[in-house]
């Protein structure tokens, strides 16, 4: 079983709209770390949050928030109000206590295309 | 500026021709990691190092070398490329010995072609 699942491959959105990429995650630890990344088309890896499982607060940073609920094992990623510049690829990803948080299991990631 | 440097950017090169990919960080992390991402696979570990002189494997390590005589590099070494290592390969560090509680900077990628 994947222990990182973006469900969503592609999505494509006009600007302006709201878009939400889903992360559905897997662990028997108590204690791990979720994280988001983006991959604009340049190629490149961009941080952009980390959560360690013991706080759930959602988190807001311009028009990126994110929401972490520990009884669905998610972790989604909503932009509001998207732009042109945020289309990339984002990946989601998790680390676990059971293996000392040595282990990154990245999900498959989605391809978000914001349109003019 | 803090950054993990990686080069080539770009890489075509023959079967069984040994090549090097490099990899730098200025950060003084301790952590280092290769991976490799391919479509549909996302992103797969190759070989990672918690110190120097301490390397191991990843998930995907076979055809591939690596070595950590220095803090800051952190070569790739494939010592008889083949087509199925054509990739997009990133380096990415860590601040501490596990990455997952820190996260990663990555390096800006090497897209190597094995023709």
């Known amino acids: 079983a994947q222990k990182v699942t973006q469900a969503q491959t592609e999505i494509s959105v006009v600007e302006k709209e709201d878009v939400t990429l889903d992360c559905v995650y897997e662990t028997r630890d108590t204690t791990y770390y979720l994280f988001w990344y983006k991959q604009p088309p340049s190629g490149e890896l961009v941080f952009l949050i980390r959560r360690n499982s013991f706080d759930e607060q959602n988190e807001i940073s311009g028009r990126y928030s994110w929401n972490f609920q520990k009884s669905t094992s998610s972790f989604n990623f909503t932009i509001t109000a998207s732009q042109v510049v945020d289309s990339a690829v984002y990946f989601c990803?998790?680390?676990?206590?059971?293996?000392?948080?040595?282990?990154?299991?990245f999900g498959s990631g989605t391809k978000l295309n914001v349109k003019p | 500026e803090a950054q993990v440097t990686q080069n080539p950017r770009y890489l075509i090169t023959v079967t069984g021709k040994k090549l090097t990919v490099t990899c730098s960080q200025n950060m003084n992390h301790e952590y280092m990691s290769w991976y490799r991402q391919d479509p549909g696979l996302g992103l797969r570990q190759i070989y990672y190092?918690?110190?120097?002189?301490?390397?191991d494997k990843g998930d995907v390590p076979e055809g591939y070398k690596v070595s950590r005589k220095e803090k800051r590099n952190f070569p790739l070494i494939l010592e008889s490329p083949s087509p199925n290592q054509t990739s997009l390969y990133f380096c990415a560090s860590s601040n501490g010995q596990s990455p997952g509680a820190y996260g990663y900077t990555f390096g800006s990628g090497t897209r190597l072609t094995v023709v």
């Open positions: 990803a998790l680390s676990e206590d059971l293996y000392n948080f040595n282990k990154f299991y």
């Open positions: 190092s918690m110190n120097v002189e301490v390397t």
